[in-house]
């Protein structure tokens, strides 16, 4: 498929973080952060038997890549042919050596599908990761902070159905006592469990997302983009999971759903009681 939009994968509810949360890291002179690491894959299947060819992921994985960097971490970016996924093995492994106080985000750009009840990112090499694997091998990380952040499309399904709730038609304050109550209920629940990362996707279980070229990224992560400087809602002079998740849900919401309805799709974010520092803001 080719042409001015297109869809990442084949073929919604917002989730949120519950509202009374517990910031794990604050930025003022008194706190640092810990150690920060990052992997960012990006692939638009150029040269690959994975179709269609996209046009962004590349573009998306360098420029947030670039970001990080900016911002202090420690990054392995995989763009194009070397996003596969024996390399993801490898670089998983490589972090073996990470201490429990550090944090790890991973970030991937391109194609998801949903095929017999699973969802899967795909790398270039054509290899389909499922949720589950994903959760395995970012289960060998030691640290105990962890973000992963999929730009694709049915990637909500990443997340599965519970902790969360669905904040369409109501208040963060009616939806606290929901959202706490289920963080203590059963924490093998979700496909990447909230106890092991905070996970941000473009788009729902069923939904598509999509890339265009006035935008020259990926929707969602054009947006995502810009979290640096205009994500920080508190003023307290960082990004949060959280923050950057309101920021960029709110922007798709009324910069690209509002006029592209046909095309709409809406972000999620896993549920829980924690919320992690992704970066000082600019």
Same mark, same amino acid.
């Given at each position: $498929?080719?042409?001015?939009?297109?869809?990442?994968?084949?073929?919604?509810?917002?989730?949120?973080?519950?509202?009374?949360?517990?910031?794990?890291?604050?930025?003022?002179?008194?706190?640092?952060?810990?150690?920060?690491?990052?992997?960012?894959?990006?692939?638009?299947?150029?040269?690959?038997?994975?179709?269609?060819?996209?046009?962004?992921?590349?573009?998306?994985?360098?420029?947030?890549?670039?970001?990080?960097?900016?911002?202090?971490?420690?990054?392995?970016?995989?763009?194009?042919?070397?996003?596969?996924?024996?390399?993801?093995?490898?670089?998983?492994?490589?972090?073996?050596?990470?201490?429990?106080?550090?944090?790890?985000?991973?970030?991937?750009?391109?194609?998801?599908?949903?095929?017999?009840?699973?969802?899967?990112?795909?790398?270039?090499?054509?290899?389909?990761?499922?949720?589950?694997?994903? $959760?395995?091998?970012?289960?060998?990380?030691?640290?105990?902070?962890?973000?992963?952040?999929?730009?694709?499309?049915?990637?909500?399904?990443?997340?599965?159905?519970?902790?969360?709730?669905?904040?369409?038609?109501?208040?963060?304050?009616?939806?606290?006592?929901?959202?706490?109550?289920?963080?203590?209920?059963?924490?093998?629940?979700?496909?990447?469990?909230?106890?092991?990362?905070?996970?941000?996707?473009?788009?729902?279980?069923?939904?598509?997302?999509?890339?265009?070229?006035?935008?020259?990224?990926?929707?969602?992560?054009?947006?995502?983009?810009?979290?640096?400087?205009?994500?920080?809602?508190?003023?307290?002079?960082?990004?949060?999971?959280?923050?950057?998740?309101?920021?960029?849900?709110?922007?798709?919401?009324?910069?690209?759903?509002?006029?592209?309805?046909?095309?709409?799709?809406?972000?999620?974010?896993?549920?829980?009681? $924690?919320?992690?520092?992704?970066?000082?803001?600019?």
């Amino acid at each position: $498929m080719k042409g001015s939009i297109l869809k990442r994968g084949s073929g919604g509810l917002i989730f949120i973080l519950a509202a009374v949360c517990f910031l794990l890291g604050a930025c003022s002179p008194e706190v640092n952060l810990p150690e920060q690491y990052a992997l960012v894959y990006g692939s638009t299947y150029a040269g690959s038997t994975v179709k269609p060819v996209l046009g962004f992921p590349d573009d998306d994985a360098r420029d947030f890549a670039a970001i990080l960097s900016r911002k202090g971490y420690t990054v392995s970016g995989q763009i194009n042919s070397e996003a596969t996924s024996e390399q993801l093995e490898s670089d998983i492994e490589s972090l073996s050596g990470i201490g429990k106080d550090g944090f790890f985000l991973f970030y991937f750009s391109g194609h998801g599908v949903s095929q017999g009840g699973s969802q899967y990112i795909v790398f270039h090499d054509g290899a389909y990761v499922s949720d589950n694997d994903l $959760m395995r091998l970012i289960s060998r990380v030691p640290s105990r902070q962890k973000v992963v952040i999929i730009d694709a499309c049915n990637s909500g399904g990443f997340i599965g159905d519970s902790p969360g709730v669905d904040t369409e038609n109501s208040s963060l304050v009616f939806s606290a006592p929901e959202a706490f109550s289920k963080y203590f209920a059963n924490i093998q629940a979700g496909d990447i469990a909230y106890t092991e990362a905070i996970v941000i996707t473009a788009a729902g279980e069923q939904d598509l997302s999509w890339e265009a070229d006035a935008y020259g990224h990926g929707i969602f992560t054009y947006f995502l983009l810009q979290t640096p400087g205009r994500a920080d809602r508190n003023g307290d002079g960082c990004v949060t999971a959280s923050e950057a998740y309101y920021f960029t849900q709110s922007a798709v919401v009324n910069n690209w759903n509002s006029r592209q309805p046909g095309r709409s799709f809406y972000p999620h974010i896993s549920g829980g009681a $924690m919320d992690f520092v992704l970066f000082e803001a600019d």
